[in-house]
């Protein structure tokens, strides 16, 4: 039996500076993670929006017959400006509804509509939604009274998720300033993304990865929240039309609910009851109907032609990676988890195609030669 060489004084130091080396860079990795953590998401979000935007910017670039950089700076400004506008609007308007409902309050003058002889035909809640409703306006205490109770969980929440929603533009901005700087540098930001790609995976599949990378971005930037900005546009035309108290709001909702992949319909659907109850059946709200209730199941008939195209992947794995990534992490896990399991279902494939080929089956014996 052999034994190996014992070990010498020279191997055994080497080992140490290994061990201390590597005990120096898991401990700069972890202080570095510290200290950027806060900044983490920021930059997730800019790197999302620079993949996103950076095909426009070139075309932009390309049409007005400027520089990457001057373009970058345009396009900036204009999705900005693209914000803000509706932003101002909204809180404007919310700013109204608040005074004018203080107000109301105040002096007590608040009223609800009685709702009309049709709503008593509506099928299985007719009747019991009529004599609650008309109880409600005849008497706006009982109504307050039975309601108030389940409101204070809720404004609590309300108040939470709207100070969420006030952080999340403020990140959002200062993530899109961010972008446009990579955007600035697209080639050069290009090449150290296919760069650290190379190193992470291999010189020859690190290009590719980082490809599929970008693909699966602009692949769920179109697929998700491109369809979900046409339901929006859709659904608020109707909305504006009809004359819908709060259509900026509803419409605002739409797109929230066409990004969370939640049904467009708890929208809609009570919103045309509401039309139908307050204006009766007639053509306008018959087309408006119609019209509402097809822009909330749009998403149905865009989304396969939207998600995953110009990706290797198939649709149901970029679909099944954006809702398991939005459960998991949240509205920047809807990009992360098409990304992360676009790259391992990739692996994946490349891992069963390398198996080893089993050897042909061995035929009959042959038979005994004769002496």
């Known amino acids: 039996m052999t034994t190996g060489k ?4 020279l191997n055994a130091k080497e080992l140490l500076d ?3 080396r590597a005990g120096l860079i898991a401990a700069l990795t972890l202080f570095c993670y510290q200290i950027f953590q806060p900044f983490l998401g920021v930059m997730l979000w800019a790197v999302i929006l620079a993949v996103t935007l950076n095909p426009l910017n070139s075309r932009m670039a390309n049409a007005i017959g400027i520089s990457p950089g001057k373009s970058a700076l345009l396009l900036v400004l204009l999705i900005l400006l693209c914000l803000m506008v509706p ?5 404007e308007s919310l700013a109204v509804s608040v005074q004018g409902a203080l107000q109301s309050a105040n002096e007590w003058n608040l009223s609800l509509p009685p709702p009309t002889e049709a709503v008593q035909g509506w099928p299985l809640i007719g009747k019991p939604l009529f004599q609650i ?5 005849s008497d706006l ?3 307050m009274q039975q309601v108030v109770p389940h409101l204070k969980g809720f404004s609590t929440m309300l108040l939470l998720k709207l100070a969420g929603v006030g952080t999340g533009i403020l990140i959002f901005v200062l993530a ?3 972008a446009g700087l990579f955007i600035a540098h697209g080639d050069s930001s290009a090449r150290k993304g296919i760069a650290i ?3 992470i995976f291999n010189p020859e599949r690190g290009e590719e990865m980082a490809t599929l990378c970008a693909a699966t971005i602009r692949a769920v930037a179109q697929g998700v929240v491109g369809i979900a900005f046409i339901q929006m546009l859709l659904v608020g035309i ?3 039309v009809m004359g819908v108290p709060g259509a900026g709001l509803l419409a605002l909702l739409v797109l929230l609910l066409g990004i969370m992949q939640l049904p467009v319909l708890l929208i809609t659907a009570p919103v045309v009851i509401y039309v139908i109850s307050q204006q009766g059946v007639s053509t306008p709200t018959v087309i408006f109907s119609i019209w509402t209730i097809a822009a909330g199941l749009s998403d149905n008939v865009l989304k396969p032609l939207l998600l995953g195209r110009g990706v290797s992947v198939p649709m149901p794995v970029i679909l099944i990676g954006a809702l398991g990534g939005m459960i998991s992490y949240g509205f920047i896990g809807l990009f992360i988890g098409p990304v992360v399991l676009a790259i391992g279902y990739e692996l994946f494939n490349t891992w069963v195609g390398q198996a080893p080929e089993l050897p042909d089956a061995v035929g009959p014996a042959a038979d005994p030669v004769d002496d």
Do not use: C, D, E, Q
Request: aromatic letters at 10%; hydrophobic letters at 55%.
């Open 6 to 9: 014992p070990m010498t004084p």
């Open 18 to 20: 290994v061990l201390i």
């Open 87 to 91: 932003l101002s609007f909204l809180g």
């Open 133 to 137: 409703w008309s109880h409600a306006s």
């Open 141 to 143: 205490t009982w109504a």
């Open 176 to 178: 899109l300033i961010i």
């Open 197 to 199: 790609s190379k190193r």
């Open 238 to 240: 109707g909305l504006v």
